[in-house]
């Protein structure tokens, strides 16, 4: 019964999925602005990673030399996505990381044009409708920070990292796919932290509350929601429903951080909305479409028959078959 409900309503599980990352993701700015007031960047991102990596080691099974190369290149990918986010949020607003971060919508569509892959216009208006309903939440008067642009680093390469993921994932089990990733951005972390992690012992301590949850909910069940769902959505599909996580990214930045989100942020919060609306009505399968070509009778009047062969022919109106020899 299970297995039948998985298969029928699979693509509805993977939008409920994704719905979830964009909820957990939405919590990790603010999360994370709480947790570097106290530690380095580095240092928490490490940790954090660690944490997640750790938590899923015991349910990897059947490793293999691609699963192993699979992942070894989405958590290089990976590391780079939440490297340069952690570094934007030393400067940035929480609420304005998540609506920056949330620019993959559009990436991703535009890497979709690169690559020539066939887009239906309710597909390009959808992410017209996320974008620049992500850019009227965002915009502030006044310069752009350094941070600004480490976050639009972060979003750019998660938009490559949903459409690699979209390629690999439906070839390996996802528990073993992400616990690679998650090694291969701690270790990479650790590498980038190793001179602050023994100074920020104490810190670690009083922070270690916020690092388990970024490890175990903001991390570990991200990423593997992410992947399982991507087994049953496209990368498209996936961008435009993860631009509700600056929806979230502000409400939690207000409840936590006491960041304000303004009229205007809730016009392009609806903004975001009708563009994912747009991805979840799908168009009716016209019944022509599905109909077999009909059989033309030949206008051919002269036909040069070799030694030896012969022609079968077109049905005749009784659904005999004429023989032209």
């Known amino acids: 019964m299970i297995k039948f409900v998985l298969e029928t309503h699979k693509h509805t599980l993977g939008f409920v999925l994704i719905l979830i990352t964009a909820l957990c993701l939405g919590t990790g700015p603010a999360v994370i602005k709480e947790v570097i007031v106290s530690l380095s960047p580095a240092t928490q991102f490490a ?4 944490i997640a990596a750790i938590i899923l080691t015991p349910f990897v099974r059947n ?12 958590g290089v990918l990976l590391f780079v996505i939440f490297a340069t986010g952690t570094l934007g ?6 609420n304005q990381a998540s609506f920056i971060f949330g620019l993959n919508t559009i990436f991703v569509t535009l890497f979709e044009l690169l690559f020539r892959k066939r887009l239906s216009i309710r597909m390009i208006l959808a992410a017209i409708l996320a974008f620049t309903g992500i850019g009227v939440m965002s915009w502030q008067s006044g310069e752009a920070l350094m ?13 490559a990292y949903i459409i690699v993921l979209e390629i690999f994932s439906p070839h390996h089990s996802p528990i073993p796919l992400v616990t690679i990733q998650l090694w291969v951005v701690a270790l990479l972390g650790i590498l980038w932290a190793a001179p602050e992690i023994i100074e920020n012992i104490e810190a670690i301590q009083t922070s270690l509350g916020l690092l388990i949850y970024l490890g175990v909910v903001a991390t570990a069940l991200v990423i593997l929601c992410q992947t399982l769902a991507q087994q049953w959505t496209s990368a498209q599909d996936t961008a435009i429903f993860l631009a509700l996580e600056p929806v ?12 304000t989100f303004s009229t205007r942020s809730f016009i392009g919060a609806a903004m975001v909305l009708v563009g994912i609306i747009l991805i979840l009505i799908r168009p009716k399968i016209d019944s022509s479409d599905s109909a077999l070509p009909q059989l033309q009778e030949s206008t051919v009047t002269d036909v040069t028959v070799l030694k030896g062969e012969v022609l079968i022919g077109v049905l005749s109106t009784e659904g005999e078959i004429e023989k032209l020899v």
């Open 248 to 259: 979230f990214g502000a409400i939690f930045a207000f409840l936590l951080l006491g960041e």
């Open 63 to 74: 490793l293999n030399l691609n699963l192993l190369r699979d992942g070894a290149i989405l």
């Open 147 to 159: 941070g600004d642009f480490w976050l639009l680093a972060s979003a750019l390469s998660d938009a």
């Open 89 to 94: 949020l030393e400067t940035a607003y929480a």
């Open 47 to 50: 940790l954090r990673f660690t």
